[in-house]
């Protein structure tokens, strides 16, 4: 059971790191496209970001109360669900109205984060205390060397997508779209628990 709480957290890391790496350049790239100049661009849409994973951080305390009602497993299968559901669509929101794509960032922020104290808190519950450290070691290892493979492959979709068509709505959808394997990886590592 240890080993797929680890898996999931892997998987959520992959999808949590993607997002947090690339909200800014979606950004900037969307106010580029509705006409804000390079240097308004860059200051706006970085703020964006900084906001987004900002308020992000709202998930963490949300999550781990939802953990402590629901159990563990359950709440990280649904807040998955609801990040999987975030990353599927976002990219592909590129020429929808500005409110609309802001209202999604931020409850993509706060899902995206929300599983994390659950990961944590079941390998306590878990592990003997006599092994933790070398739980949460695995844990650490797999799950951070995810966080370097992601944005690479995020950028790596992005450059492959703008040789198919030249259509911004198509190459960030699609770049997001990868992003959302990490949440269907965690949901089947979770299930049987």
Do not use: K
């Amino acid at each position: 059971q240890a080993l797929r709480v680890i898996g999931a957290y892997t998987a959520h890391n992959w999808e949590l790191f993607g997002m947090w790496g690339w909200t800014s350049p979606f950004m900037v790239a969307l106010l580029q496209a509705r006409g804000a100049g390079p240097a308004a661009a860059l200051t706006w849409g970085g703020m964006l970001a900084a906001g987004i994973i900002g308020v992000g951080g709202l998930g963490g305390v949300l999550g781990g109360r939802l953990a402590d009602r629901l159990g563990r497993a359950r709440a990280a299968r649904a807040l998955l669900g609801m990040s999987f559901l975030c990353s599927a669509i976002f990219g592909w929101l590129f020429h929808a109205p500005l409110a609309l794509i802001l209202a999604v960032s931020l409850i993509y922020g706060i899902v995206v984060v929300a599983d994390s104290p659950a990961y944590s808190a079941s390998l306590m519950e878990l592990v003997p205390p006599r092994s933790l450290g070398g739980a949460f070691s695995l844990q650490m290892l797999f799950g951070w060397t995810v966080t370097a493979i992601s944005p690479a492959v995020f950028g790596a979709t992005l450059d492959l997508a703008r040789h198919l068509r030249d259509d911004a709505m198509m190459h960030w959808g699609i770049a997001y779209g990868i992003l959302a394997l990490g949440p269907v990886a965690g949901i089947a590592a979770l299930w049987p628990l």
